[in-house]
């Protein structure tokens, strides 16, 4: 026996034990078996699958309908044959027990008319047996109709319910999806910190730029370098005039 057998029907007998041993293990059993069963009727995969179960459910109800009501038919109809049958006898008995009186036959027609009062017998038994045989063939085809408009009922909404729990499930994601994008990730605060710093930074430099040009040294440095501009241009004047140029 392979090994997988095995622990099958060791965790088979282990329940078994576990019921027997503990009887509210069953109400906690069915409990876990309920929620189970709650949990998938909320999931397109969970409700195509109990659709399933319920419909071969109706099947087989309409199979065993459909076979009661043929079986009724069935039986009706042979009835129905063997009355004709008996009405046929009881009429040619009549005519041979009447011949048999005119023959003036006594003894026969004695034994015609006793002949006739067993079919007579038989018409009324297979009247009553006609009767219930309607009744059955009724009551079976009513059963046979309801189970089949069940059955084409289950059919047409497993398809209805299970498409719109699709259609409704990946709507539901794509909604999560946008929700996920306006959620403010860790990753969204870091790169904010990012962005404050670099403005930090921006407005540090311009500060530091507005003081470098507001200090002393600064100020003597810009004024040096405008005389030293301004003593070269007119260096530069004084050799153009001295030349024509």
Do not use: W
């Not at 059955?136 to 209805?160: D, G, I, P, V």
């Amino acid at each position: 026996m392979e090994l997988g057998n095995i622990i099958i029907i060791v965790a088979i007998v282990l329940v078994v034990l576990i019921f027997a041993l503990f009887p509210e293990a069953r109400s906690l059993f069915k409990g876990f078996t309920r929620l189970f069963i709650k949990d998938m009727a909320t999931t397109p995969e969970g409700a195509e699958a109990i659709y399933g179960e319920k419909i071969e459910q109706a099947q087989d109800a309409y199979n065993k309908a459909d076979n009661a009501y043929k079986v009724a038919a069935g039986k009706l109809s042979n009835a129905q044959k063997d009355m004709k049958n008996l009405k046929t006898r009881i009429e040619k008995v009549e005519a041979e027990c009447e011949s048999l009186v005119k023959a003036n036959k006594f003894d026969l027609a004695r034994l015609k008319a006793e002949e006739r009062e067993e079919v007579a017998a038989d018409i009324r038994r297979y009247s009553e047996l006609i009767k219930a045989y309607e009744d059955a063939a009724n009551t079976a085809k009513e059963a046979q109709e309801m189970c089949e408009k069940n059955l084409r009922k289950l059919k047409r909404e497993s398809k209805e319910v299970v498409e719109n729990m699709k259609v409704k499930k990946q709507l539901q994601e794509v909604y999560d999806d946008m929700d996920e994008l306006k959620n403010v990730t860790a990753t969204d605060k870091l790169l904010d910190s990012v962005r404050d710093k670099n403005r930090d930074l921006d407005a540090i430099v311009e500060g530091s730029k507005v003081v470098h040009n507001n200090k002393m040294s600064t100020k003597l440095a810009k004024a040096e370098a405008e005389a030293k501009k301004t003593s070269s241009n007119d260096y530069l004047d004084g050799l153009m005039k001295k030349y024509n140029k």
